[in-house]
């Protein structure tokens, strides 16, 4: 669970057209954003309308730096007042289509980078950027030998000799 | 004092600080693995007898097998500590899902094929296999756990990998509805039947491939088995018969125990039940039949399929047996249709358009059999006036193209498969057969080299840019190597298959190790010409008179291998590569397994 602080209104920037929010990373970075921009993050839905309940205004501190919490925010701003399938909790799943021209480029980081922001956007529950941060790493590995997955993955191969052997494991392979 | 003991008990003994005080972990270990090979008397060079080599032999085999399952927890530890594994498990299992979705399991049917296209099954143990996304569960542990805590991911069950694959894939996907894949021709069929009655209830795709002039009674009693229903969850079945006999009547199939059914697909079978209620609820109908039925029956079909979307027509004959009967008033008007492919004898066609009402909005591809000349449509141009139709009829361009003298030139099959919506521009279809005679020739009597002229010809008539699958059979030494690249340099990027025969294999061997980074074989590009790279390509295939044990066709070997190595140095592994039987000794079989991982035979 999030922490939430309340915070006083020299903190957040005077309201504008649209409603601001206070991000606060785990580096312990303000990050002052939309709520337009954010709204494609059903947490941070969540999370505003229990502000409206209790009427005092929070800053949101999230468990991720502030550098992946940027590169959400590029997004979710990339998309703002976008309709994506994905987000739609009504819609049914979409099937496995292509990774979108602008996403593509957007999730054109190193390996680790691109796990922080699939776990940012998971814990956000923004699920259009979940899957296409998922579609490229299922890419990263597609037709790739077993040695090949681990050496990308930076996984070890842990299974003892018996496990490796064995006819079950044949059979998962 | 037992050294094992003694060793075990320093260890154990060990205060936190006397662990700090072996300053690293290398003296730390080679203290306790000096101690443990004292411990078991393998420490000394005082070996006698070969009894006591073969006691040391195995107790030290063993003590490596034991160190190796420690480090492999070492390795778990390491493993835990990987941004990739401290992602949370639902979001590993959906990457392992698109995954999965695009490598699947498979078991390459390695078939022979003689020169009428009946087809041969090969011993099981030359079939090759993949194992798709699963090579994802042999990465380590927690990946094979969260593959087999996921059920969704073994639902597309492929028969063709063994009955015991199969079994294993669907008791794996407990109650997840099952997608399932059946070659007869490399399943064994005794189980598949009873493995499809025993899953049908929980059934949601079927796709069956048979050979009939193999395995009738295996065929049949697969058949048989989805007449015994219910399918309450079958929304996909797809037949496929490769054979041009046709032995299956699926008259009975699912009659009315598959209410979900919407996506039909019967290739090679019949007579069809064109009866049958299932076919009313079709979202998705394609069928291809000897049309033993008769033009009626279809019509009274055609007239109940209200919510059928796309629909893919193919009748085998050329000429229709009899002329249908014409009555007046009675029309199929397929109100939900948005694609139609048809292909027939005109006859057919044409009877069949003038009793449907197509919508403007609806995409209609047709094809005719047995037409030589645009003017041959001229009865069904008016109907598909305005409707957005490409209009094709291939046949007759692949029929041979006479040059004078013994030389002779065939195309087989290059343009039938260039007849696809994507690839074709309408207008230039619409006389691409005979603009191609028209061009070849003209070109020739006004004395243009013989390459020239077919380039010219190509190029004038048919735009082959996106062209995937590409058959060339040519006979007589017409040809320079690299004509048949450069023609067609321009589908590189598109080409997934090319199949050659004897004459065009030395050309096409070289072209496809020729990018722009290679240069060509070894570093030197032939004849000028950039080759025919093809990224994309998966499939080769040789038709070839060549004998590689004999020394000097062994050229051709050669030449292969390395192509096929410079292609994978450049990260484009071909798949498949089809070879006459005769190619494949042994050795060489081999060695060229090391750059291709499925070799079929002719």
Redesign the interface.
């Known amino acids: 669970m999030p922490t939430i602080v309340s915070v006083d209104d020299s903190t957040v920037p005077g309201e504008g057209s649209s409603r601001l929010l206070l991000l606060v990373s785990s580096d312990n970075k303000h990050i002052v954003v939309e709520e337009d921009i954010m709204s494609r993050s059903r947490f941070i839905s969540k999370q505003v309308e229990g502000f409206e309940a209790t009427s005092q205004r929070h800053a949101i501190l999230l468990p991720f730096s502030s550098f992946v919490l940027n590169k959400v925010i590029e997004y979710c701003s990339h998309y703002r007042g976008y309709y994506l399938l994905e987000d739609d909790p009504d819609a049914a799943p979409p099937g496995r289509s292509p990774v979108r021209e602008w996403d593509q480029e957007f999730l054109d980081v190193d390996r680790n980078m691109l796990l922080r922001i699939i776990k940012a956007a998971h814990y956000l529950e923004i699920k259009s950027l979940v899957g296409s941060c998922a579609r490229a790493i299922a890419d990263m590995i597609r037709g790739k030998t077993t040695e090949e997955m681990r050496e990308i993955l930076g996984v070890e191969n842990d299974f003892t000799p018996e496990e490796e052997h064995s006819p079950s494991s044949k059979c998962t392979g | 004092m037992d050294p094992t003991v003694e060793v075990a008990e320093r260890i154990t003994s060990m205060s936190i600080s006397d662990i700090d005080e072996v300053s690293n972990a290398t003296e730390f270990w080679s203290s306790v693995l000096q101690g443990r090979l004292t411990a078991i008397h393998c420490d000394s060079e005082d070996v006698d007898t070969r009894d006591d080599v073969a006691r040391m032999t195995r107790d030290l085999h063993d003590e490596l ?1 034991a160190i ?2 420690a480090s ?2 070492v ?2 530890q ?2 835990h500590l ?7 498990p639902e ?1 590993f299992a ?3 899902r ?2 999965a ?3 699947r399991p498979h078991c390459e049917p390695v078939i022979v094929v003689n020169n009428d296209y009946d087809y041969e099954p090969m011993p099981r143990e030359i079939l090759r296999s993949g ?1 798709g996304w ?8 927690r ?2 756990q969260i ?2 805590e996921h059920t969704e991911l073994w639902r597309q069950v492929d028969a063709t990998l063994g009955y ?2 199969a079994q ?1 894939m669907i008791s794996r996907a407990k109650s997840a509805s099952l997608s399932l894949t059946v070659d007869i021709s490399i399943s064994r069929a005794e189980f598949i039947g009873d493995m499809i009655i025993a899953n049908l209830h929980n059934i949601r795709k079927l796709e069956l491939t048979c050979i009939p002039n193999l395995y009738n009674d295996s065929n049949d009693r697969v058949a048989l088995c989805l007449s015994k229903g219910p399918a309450p969850l079958l929304e996909s079945l797809v037949f496929l018969n490769r054979s041009h006999n046709v032995l299956i009547r699926p008259a009975t199939l699912l009659e009315d125990g598959a209410p979900c059914l919407r996506h039909l697909t019967v290739h090679g079978y019949g007579p069809f039940a064109w009866h049958s209620q299932v076919l009313r609820q079709l979202v998705h109908f394609d069928i291809s039949e000897g049309m033993h039925t008769s033009y009626e029956d279809i019509l009274f079909a055609l007239e109940e399929m209200n919510v059928l979307e796309v629909l893919t027509l193919y009748s085998g004959e050329v000429t229709s047996p009899h002329r249908p009967l014409q009555r007046a008033g009675r029309f199929a008007s397929l109100p939900s249709l948005v694609q139609f492919t048809l292909t027939g004898a005109l006859t057919f066609v044409e009877w069949l358009l003038t009793h449907m009402r197509i919508a403007k909005t609806v995409k209609v591809s047709i094809t005719c059999r047995g037409t030589s000349q645009r003017s041959d449509f001229q009865s069904i141009l008016p109907i598909l006036a305005d409707t957005g139709c490409n209009l094709g009829y291939p046949r007759i361009a692949y029929g041979s193209l006479s040059k004078s003298g013994r030389d002779r030139l065939f195309f087989t099959r290059a343009w039938s498969t260039v007849n696809t919506e994507q690839s074709i521009d309408r207008d230039r279809l619409s006389d691409a057969a005979s603009d191609f005679h028209l061009a070849f020739n003209w070109v020739r009597r006004a004395g243009s080299h013989d390459q020239l002229a077919l380039m010219i010809a190509v190029h004038q008539t048919l735009s082959v840019r996106k062209l995937a699958d590409l058959q060339i059979g040519v006979q007589g030494k017409l040809w320079t190597p690299w004509t048949w690249a450069d023609i067609f340099k321009d589908c590189s990027e598109s080409m997934e298959s090319i199949r050659v025969n004897s004459l065009a294999a030395p050309s096409f061997v070289a072209a496809i190790a020729d990018n722009a980074s290679s240069g060509g074989l070894n570093g030197q590009r032939q004849s000028g010409i950039e080759g025919l790279f093809a990224p994309q390509l998966a499939t080769l295939g040789i038709k070839s008179h060549f004998d590689l044990t004999d020394e000097e066709d062994s050229a051709l070997y050669t030449q292969l291998v390395a192509a096929l190595q410079e292609r994978k140095k450049h990260g484009a592994v071909l798949r498949h590569l089809v070879l006459p039987e005769h190619l494949l000794p042994a050795a060489r079989l081999r060695e060229l397994h090391e750059v291709v991982p499925c070799i079929a035979s002719w």
């Open positions: 097998a190796q399952r492999r927890r390795k778990a390491l493993n990987r941004p990739i594994s401290r992602l949370p979001i959906h990457i392992l698109l995954y979705a695009s490598e194992l699963l090579k994802a569960t042999h990465v380590c542990r990946w094979r593959a087999l015991r694959w294993e």
